[in-house]
C-alpha cells in the first residue's frame, strides 16, 4: 500500500464523479458553448457573490491572468515572500506582465495592512515601481494551511482602497479556510478585486480553477486567457467534475483537517523533531532536530510506503486529502511512532 501525502494534488476521481462526467453535457467552451463549463463559472460567480468567473485548465494560469488584469508593465505587485504566485509559477509575472514584486515578511505566508501600507510606493517618485496590486494567498502552502484573520483582510482592503490599489486573492485552498473558519465565500466576493479558487485540490476533482470577479475583468481575462493558449474545447467533462466537487466534497475537508492535526501531535511527541508548525488546515509542516536530517526522516518513511515532501531549508510537509483514507491514517500515525533515528 502505498501513501502519498505530498500533496492533495494527487487525488483521483471517484467512481461517482466519473459517471458525472461521463453524463456531462458539452459544447465548445471557446465560444462559450459549453453548458457545463457555463454552469460551473455561474455557479462560482454566485457563490462568492460576483458577476461573472471563467474556467482555467490551472491555477498557475488563473492567478497569472489575474496579474496581468491588474497590472501594467513595470508595475509592482505586494505580496508575502512565501506567495505561490512569486515562488512557484516559474516566473510567470515577469514573462506575462511584466512586474516586479514587493516581497513582505510576513508571519507563516500571511501579511499584514501595516506592512502593505509601509510597502506602497509614491507614485509620483519616477525612480519607483508603481504599486498596483496586493496579493493574498489563503490557505497559506508554505506557510503550513494558515488562514488569515478576516478582519486583517478587511484592513488591508482599505489600505487598497485608500491607495487605488487592485486587490487579488490567490485561494487555491481557500475552501479549506472557509471551512476551517466556519466562513461563507460571499464575504470574501465583497473584499477582493479577482479571486482564483482550485477544484483540484482538496476538493478531488483531476483539473481545474476558477478566476471570479467583475463581468468587466471576466471580459478582458477571456482575451487573456486566449492569449496564454488556455482556451479548451469540450471541457465540460472536467467542469462536471468540479461541479460534483463543489456539491459533495466541501464540508469533508473537516476531515482532513482532523488527520493533519493528529499527525501533528504524535510528530511533537519525537525527539528527531525540531518544531511542528501551527496546524489549522490539510497541511503539516515540521523541521528536523539537528544532527538529524530530512533526508533520514523521509528514507525511514518510503521504507514504510509512506511519501511526504521536502520544502527545503530543512522544512518537510506532510498535506492530507481526499484519497487518504481512515486506515491509512491509522497506519501512518503507527510509523511515525515508532520511527527511531
Keep these: 500500500?502505498?501513501?502519498?501525502?505530498?500533496?492533495?494534488?494527487?487525488?483521483?476521481?471517484?467512481?461517482?464523479?466519473?459517471?458525472?462526467?461521463?453524463?456531462?453535457?458539452?459544447?465548445?467552451?471557446?465560444?462559450?458553448?459549453?453548458?457545463?463549463?457555463?454552469?460551473?463559472?455561474?455557479?462560482?460567480?454566485?457563490?462568492?457573490?460576483?458577476?461573472?468567473?471563467?474556467f482555467f485548465p490551472s491555477g498557475?494560469?488563473?492567478?497569472?491572468?489575474?496579474?496581468?488584469?491588474?497590472?501594467?508593465?513595470?508595475?509592482?505587485?505586494?505580496?508575502?515572500?512565501?506567495?505561490?504566485?512569486?515562488?512557484?509559477?516559474?516566473?510567470?509575472?515577469?514573462?506575462?506582465?511584466?512586474?516586479?514584486?514587493?516581497?513582505?515578511?510576513?508571519?507563516?505566508?500571511?501579511?499584514?495592512?501595516?506592512?502593505?501600507?509601509?510597502?506602497?510606493n509614491d507614485p509620483e517618485n519616477i525612480h519607483l515601481a508603481k504599486s498596483s496590486l496586493v496579493s493574498i494567498e489563503n490557505t497559506t502552502n508554505k506557510g503550513g494551511g494558515a488562514c488569515y484573520d478576516y478582519d486583517e483582510l478587511v484592513k488591508i482592503k482599505a489600505v487598497c482602497q485608500k491607495h487605488k490599489l487592485r486587490y487579488h486573492l490567490d485561494g487555491a485552498r481557500l475552501w479549506n479556510a472557509l471551512v476551517a473558519k466556519k466562513q461563507h465565500p460571499k464575504?470574501?466576493?465583497?473584499?477582493?478585486?479577482?479571486?482564483?479558487?482550485?477544484?483540484?485540490?482538496?476538493?478531488?476533482?483531476?483539473v481545474g480553477s476558477v478566476l471570479i470577479g467583475s463581468k468587466e475583468?471576466?471580459?478582458?481575462?477571456?482575451?487573456?486567457?486566449?492569449?496564454?493558449?488556455?482556451?479548451?474545447?469540450?471541457?465540460?467533462?472536467?467542469?462536471?467534475?468540479?461541479?460534483?466537487?463543489?456539491?459533495?466534497?466541501?464540508s469533508r475537508l473537516e476531515e482532513d483537517h482532523k488527520k493533519a492535526k493528529e499527525i501533528a501531535q504524535v510528530l511533537m511527541t519525537k525527539s528527531w523533531v525540531n518544531k511542528v508548525e501551527f496546524v489549522e488546515t490539510n497541511i503539516v509542516i515540521f523541521t528536523v532536530r539537528?544532527?538529524?536530517?530530512?533526508?533520514?526522516?523521509m528514507n525511514k518513511l518510503k521504507e514504510k510506503n509512506i511519501y511526504i515532501s521536502d520544502m527545503g531549508q530543512g522544512k518537510l510537509r506532510f498535506v492530507t486529502h481526499l484519497d487518504y483514507k481512515q486506515v491509512m491514517h491509522d497506519y501512518v500515525l503507527e510509523v511515525i511512532q515508532k520511527i527511531e533515528l
Excluded at 187 to 197: A, E, H, K, P, W
Excluded at 290 to 297: C, D, L, R
Design 217 to 250: 475583468d471576466i471580459k478582458r481575462a477571456l482575451r487573456i486567457r486566449k492569449i496564454f493558449g488556455g482556451g479548451m474545447r469540450q471541457s465540460g467533462y472536467l467542469a462536471a467534475a468540479g461541479m460534483y466537487a463543489l456539491q459533495n466534497n466541501i
Design 60 to 120: 498557475t494560469m488563473a492567478n497569472q491572468v489575474a496579474i496581468k488584469l491588474n497590472t501594467q508593465p513595470g508595475d509592482e505587485v505586494i505580496c508575502d515572500k512565501w506567495s505561490h504566485i512569486y515562488l512557484y509559477e516559474g516566473g510567470g509575472a515577469a514573462v506575462n506582465s511584466g512586474v516586479s514584486f514587493a516581497l513582505l515578511d510576513g508571519n507563516r505566508g500571511m501579511i499584514t495592512a501595516e506592512q502593505v501600507e509601509a510597502a506602497v
Design 1 to 54: 500500500m502505498e501513501i502519498n501525502l505530498f500533496s492533495d494534488t494527487v487525488t483521483k476521481p471517484t467512481a461517482e464523479m466519473l459517471q458525472h462526467m461521463f453524463h456531462a453535457k458539452v459544447g465548445d467552451d471557446v465560444f462559450k458553448q459549453d453548458p457545463s463549463v457555463n454552469e460551473l463559472e455561474e455557479t462560482l460567480a454566485d457563490l462568492f457573490g460576483k458577476e461573472a468567473a471563467l
Design 290 to 297: 539537528e544532527p538529524f536530517t530530512t533526508s533520514q526522516v
Design 187 to 206: 464575504i470574501y466576493g465583497d473584499l477582493f478585486d479577482t479571486i482564483s479558487v482550485c477544484l483540484s485540490k482538496g476538493l478531488g476533482a483531476p
